[in-house]
């Protein structure tokens, strides 16, 4: 079946770091992408998404590109701040089923 | 964005006592509703969807006499953990779709579950 696979993390960086957590993706067929982020004790937000190939979603410096290619999706931010901490989840839907999800990735910024 | 609202944000019970967790769509009809858990390592398990006026569909090992779903209307689902015990605590998140939007879906603030 579709499935989700991102890098375990944690993710530690310092300040103005840029960040990369990788996503890949396996589906039958073709699939909208996404990443959520979650902050401690809340639920999850949608950070970005791209729904074909070749898409660029990007919110708030965020980017991520759907690459077919590669079945990639891999979330990218030239600078991060403190307040990017937070746990991110890179996900799938297709044919209108329910998101699947990666296992989230912990990010831990300090300034 | 549409919005999602799950209340309560967290609640404690006893052992054996039930408990009623709300997910409303408040600015959009949800045709289709999912419920989540989330366990501590972070990774979320989708328990079931649900489809306003139908029964739910639970995925393989989730019990449906214990984790009781409803989706009445285009704007609510309630989903009831029946006789809890401590190992029901966990933070369970409920996910909206839009009927008209095949794709993205929004999520609740999720309920944080202690049983004691």
């Known amino acids: 079946g579709d499935s989700v696979t991102q890098m375990e993390g944690p993710v530690t960086l310092s300040e103005e770091a840029f960040l990369t957590i990788n996503c890949t993706y396996t589906?039958?067929?073709?699939?909208?992408l996404f990443w959520y982020v979650q902050y401690p004790g809340e639920g999850l937000q949608l950070l970005l998404k791209a729904t074909k190939a070749d898409d660029k979603g990007s919110n708030k410096g965020f980017e991520a590109t759907y690459r077919k290619e590669t079945t990639s999706f891999h979330l990218e931010k030239g600078s991060v701040q403190v307040s990017d901490s937070a746990v991110y989840f890179c996900a799938l839907v297709s044919a209108g089923t329910a998101l699947i999800f990666g296992k989230g990735t912990t990010l831990s910024v300090s300034s | 964005g549409a919005v999602v609202s799950q209340h309560p944000s967290r609640v404690i019970c006893k052992s054996g006592t039930s408990v009623k967790i709300e997910c409303r769509s408040l600015?959009?009809?949800?045709?289709?509703m999912f419920w989540y858990r989330q366990f501590p390592k972070k990774s979320l398990m989708l328990m079931a969807t649900?489809?306003?006026?139908?029964?739910?569909?639970?995925e393989q090992g989730v019990e449906k006499d214990k984790f009781l779903i409803n989706h009445a209307s285009l704007t609510l689902s309630t989903l009831t953990v029946t006789s809890a015990h401590p190992e029901d605590s966990s933070f369970y998140i409920c996910s909206a779709r839009d009927g008209s939007v095949n794709t993205e879906a929004f999520f609740g603030q999720g309920t944080r579950l202690t049983v004691v």
């Open positions: 600015d959009f009809q949800a045709t289709t």
């Open positions: 649900s489809n306003e006026g139908s029964k739910a569909t639970y």
């Open positions: 589906a039958t067929g073709y699939p909208s």
